[in-house]
C-alpha cells in the first residue's frame, strides 16, 4: 500500500535532508534579498549579505520576521515575483489585526497542494477514497488547500466548504464519504448532528478525519473518533506559510511531521529571541526554502510548541511538531496565572462534558474574574437545584486541580451555546475592552 505521497523526501536521511536544506536556504535567501526591498533593508540593518548566509548552520544570522512586519508590508511590500506571475491570493479573517494577504505563483500552488497531498496520503487516503472538504472555500486556505491535495491524491473530491450540516451528512451517506477535512470544532458539530438525526457511525462510511486550524486537546480527538467512528489526524499550516499542510499527522498521532524540505523550523524563546534546543517548549519560527511569490525569513508564528526527531514507525524521517499549546496571544493570564484554553477542554472533556463551552474573562474591583459556561448533555440535565449545584461545584474543583484557580462553573442547559462550523470562538476577554 503507497502510504507516502513522495517516499523519497519523506524518508530521506538526515544528511541529505541537511543538504537540500541548506542549498534551498542559500537561493531562497538570495531570491528575498535580491527581489524585496523590505528584507533588503532589514538585512542591511543587522548586516548581513546573502553570501553570509552559506548552509541551514547560519539561519539565525537572519532577522526575524514578524506579523507586525506583515502588517508594515501590506499589501505588496513583501511580494518576491511581479504580479503578473502571481495567479492566486489567499487571506486570513483578520479576527487579530489587519488581515495578511499571502501571494501565490503557479508553481507555489502546485508546491502547496503536493505538501496537502502528503497530509491525505499519511492519513490513509488513496484515489478510491471520496474526500468531503469541510474547511471553508474562499480566502481561508482551507478549503483551497485541501481541495487541491485531494485532487493530487486522486480522490473523488467532494467542495461542499463548511455549514448546511444536515446537508453534509446527507452528502456523506449518498456518496459514500471516506475522508473529512473540517475544523475539529466543525466534526465535533457533524458528529452531534449526525446522532440527532438518529444515525450511527454504521450509517456513514468515514475511516478517517484530518482536522486542524485551531488548537484542539487528545481528549476532543478522542470524543470525535467515537462519535463518527474514524480515526481522526491534526494537521497544521498558516496563511502566511501557503495555508494547510505546513505539517500533518501520521497512523502513529503522536505529533506531526514538518514538511521541512519546503519549511525550516526553529524555536526559540518569544522573550529573548534565542534558539532552543530540541525538546523545549517555545515559539515556532519558519523559514520557506521554496517559495516564489511570498517568501518568508525566520517568520515568527507566535504558536508554542516543540519539536521532536525521536524515529517515528511510519517510516517518516521529517521532524515532529506537538501539537501547538495555542497561540502566545491566545494564553490568558489570569490573576497571575497562565491559562490556556485547552487546558480547560481537557476537564471538561474528562468529566464527561460536550466540549461545547464559553469562558468568560473580566476585570471586577481590579480582580480578575473568570466565568466558564458549560453546556450539559440532555443525561446530565436534572430539575433539582441542588443536584446542578452540586455539579457545577465538583466541575468547578476540577478545573481548579488543573488550573491553580477558582473558576465560577455555569452548567447551561443543552443547545445553549453556539456550534462552530469554521474556527470556535471559545473565549471572551472583556478586560481588552476596559483597557
Ligand atoms: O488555519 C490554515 C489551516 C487550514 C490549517 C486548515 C489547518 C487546516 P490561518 O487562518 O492563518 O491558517 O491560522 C493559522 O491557526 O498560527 C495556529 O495558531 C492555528 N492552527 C492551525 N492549525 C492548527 C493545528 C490556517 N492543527 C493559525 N493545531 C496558526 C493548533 C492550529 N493550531
Known amino acids: 500500500m503507497a502510504n507516502y505521497w513522495n517516499q523519497e523526501i519523506e524518508c530521506m536521511s538526515r544528511e541529505d535532508m541537511k543538504k537540500l536544506q541548506d542549498e534551498r536556504l542559500v537561493a531562497q535567501v538570495k531570491h528575498v534579498y535580491e527581489n524585496v526591498e523590505y528584507y533588503r533593508n532589514l538585512m542591511d540593518e543587522k548586516g548581513i549579505k546573502p553570501e553570509d548566509i552559506q548552509s541551514i548552520d547560519d539561519i539565525h544570522k537572519l532577522p526575524f520576521l514578524t506579523k507586525a512586519d506583515l502588517r508594515d508590508a501590506y499589501p505588496y511590500g513583501l511580494l518576491a515575483k511581479p504580479l503578473s506571475e502571481c495567479v492566486r491570493i489567499q487571506s486570513t479573517s483578520g479576527t487579530t489585526g489587519k488581515r495578511v494577504v499571502a501571494f501565490y505563483t503557479q508553481n507555489d500552488i502546485e508546491l502547496w497542494e503536493n505538501c496537502c497531498a502528503?497530509?491525505?496520503?499519511?492519513?490513509?487516503?488513496?484515489?478510491?477514497?471520496?474526500?468531503?472538504?469541510?474547511?471553508?472555500?474562499?480566502?481561508?486556505?482551507?478549503?483551497?488547500?485541501?481541495?487541491?491535495?485531494?485532487?493530487?491524491?486522486?480522490?473523488?473530491?467532494?467542495?461542499?466548504?463548511?455549514?448546511?450540516?444536515?446537508?453534509?451528512?446527507?452528502?456523506?451517506?449518498?456518496?459514500?464519504?471516506?475522508?473529512?477535512?473540517?475544523?475539529?470544532?466543525?466534526?465535533?458539530?457533524?458528529?452531534?448532528?449526525?446522532?440527532?438525526?438518529?444515525?450511527?457511525?454504521d450509517d456513514i462510511s468515514l475511516k478517517a478525519g484530518i482536522f486542524g486550524a485551531e488548537p484542539w486537546t487528545e481528549e476532543m480527538r478522542k470524543s470525535i473518533e467515537k462519535s463518527l467512528g474514524i480515526k481522526a489526524y491534526d494537521i497544521y499550516g498558516l496563511?502566511?506559510?501557503?495555508?494547510?499542510?505546513?505539517?500533518?499527522?501520521?497512523?502513529?498521532?503522536?505529533?506531526?511531521?514538518?514538511?521541512?524540505?519546503?519549511?525550516?523550523?526553529?524555536?526559540?524563546?518569544?522573550?529573548?529571541?534565542?534558539?532552543?534546543?530540541?525538546?523545549?517548549?517555545?515559539?515556532?519560527?519558519?523559514?520557506?526554502?521554496?517559495?516564489?511569490?511570498?517568501?518568508?525569513?525566520?517568520?515568527?508564528?507566535?504558536?508554542?510548541?516543540?519539536?521532536?526527531?525521536?524515529?517515528?514507525?511510519?517510516?517518516?524521517?521529517?521532524?515532529?511538531?506537538?501539537?501547538p499549546m495555542g497561540r502566545s496571544d491566545d494564553m490568558l493570564i489570569i490573576r497571575g496565572v497562565n491559562v490556556f484554553p485547552s487546558q480547560i477542554e481537557t476537564v471538561l472533556i474528562e468529566q464527561g462534558y460536550s466540549p461545547n463551552y464559553l469562558i468568560e474573562v473580566d476585570r471586577v474591583n481590579n480582580t480578575d474574574t473568570l466565568d466558564i459556561s458549560v453546556e450539559m448533555n440532555p443525561e446530565q440535565f436534572s430539575d433539582k437545584m441542588k443536584v446542578m449545584q452540586e455539579q457545577e461545584k465538583a466541575l468547578a474543583l476540577a478545573i481548579k486541580t488543573m488550573l491553580g484557580i477558582n473558576p465560577k462553573v455555569h452548567l447551561v442547559s443543552p443547545k445553549s451555546i453556539t456550534r462552530s462550523e469554521g474556527k470556535a470562538v471559545r473565549v471572551v476577554d472583556r478586560r481588552k475592552l476596559h483597557d
Do not use: W
Open 118 to 201: 502528503r497530509a491525505i496520503v499519511a492519513a490513509g487516503g488513496t484515489k478510491d477514497d471520496v474526500c468531503q472538504v469541510a474547511y471553508g472555500y474562499g480566502l481561508f486556505t482551507g478549503g483551497p488547500g485541501l481541495n487541491g491535495g485531494s485532487h493530487k491524491v486522486g480522490c473523488l473530491t467532494l467542495p461542499m466548504s463548511s455549514g448546511n450540516t444536515e446537508r453534509q451528512i446527507g452528502f456523506m451517506r449518498d456518496l459514500g464519504s471516506t475522508i473529512i477535512c473540517c475544523t475539529p470544532s466543525y466534526a465535533a458539530y457533524i458528529g452531534e448532528t449526525l446522532h440527532e438525526m438518529g444515525l450511527t457511525p
Open 239 to 323: 496563511t502566511e506559510t501557503s495555508g494547510p499542510g505546513v505539517s500533518f499527522e501520521c497512523c502513529e498521532q503522536t505529533g506531526m511531521h514538518i514538511n521541512e524540505d519546503h519549511f525550516y523550523p526553529e524555536i526559540i524563546n518569544p522573550d529573548t529571541g534565542e534558539v532552543l534546543p530540541e525538546g523545549e517548549v517555545g515559539e515556532l519560527v519558519f523559514t520557506s526554502l521554496t517559495k516564489e511569490a511570498f517568501p518568508l525569513l525566520r517568520y515568527r508564528t507566535r504558536d508554542l510548541c516543540v519539536l521532536s526527531r525521536k524515529k517515528c514507525s511510519c517510516g517518516r524521517t521529517l521532524i515532529k511538531m506537538r501539537k
